[in-house]
């Protein structure tokens, strides 16, 4: 979440399995991450709840060819903050500014 002049910055670590019938991934063609996020008034604080889309399109270790397939993970947030933080809701967004990716 951030503002060009106020902000708040968070770190979140996520690990994906794929499932045991699928190759491991030899490269990926395509990644993005995208926040489905709201903002939930509650009492003394304003929950951001939501998740982080995380998609891509890779390319197989034992696929032979061209073949691609598709990744997809949603990685659950939620996110308190007091509401003296907040100064209008409609100002609130959740901007993902960079991520990285580790093949394992």
């Not at 770190?11 to 903002?39: G, N």
């Not at 929950?47 to 659950?76: K, N, T, V």
Request: charged residues 25%; aromatic residues 4%.
């Amino acid at each position: 979440m951030t503002d060009q002049l106020n902000g708040l910055r968070f770190d979140i670590y996520e690990r994906v399995h794929l499932p045991e019938e699928v190759a491991a991934i030899e490269e990926l063609e395509e990644i993005e991450l995208v926040p489905h996020m709201q903002a939930l008034p509650q009492d003394e604080q304003v929950l951001l709840r939501g998740h982080l889309l995380l998609s891509g399109i890779y390319r197989a270790q034992d696929e032979a060819g061209s073949g691609l397939s598709q990744l997809e993970h949603w990685i659950p947030v939620e996110i308190a903050l007091p509401l003296n933080r907040v100064q209008s809701m409609d100002e609130l967004a959740v901007e993902i500014d960079n991520f990285d990716v580790d093949l394992i």
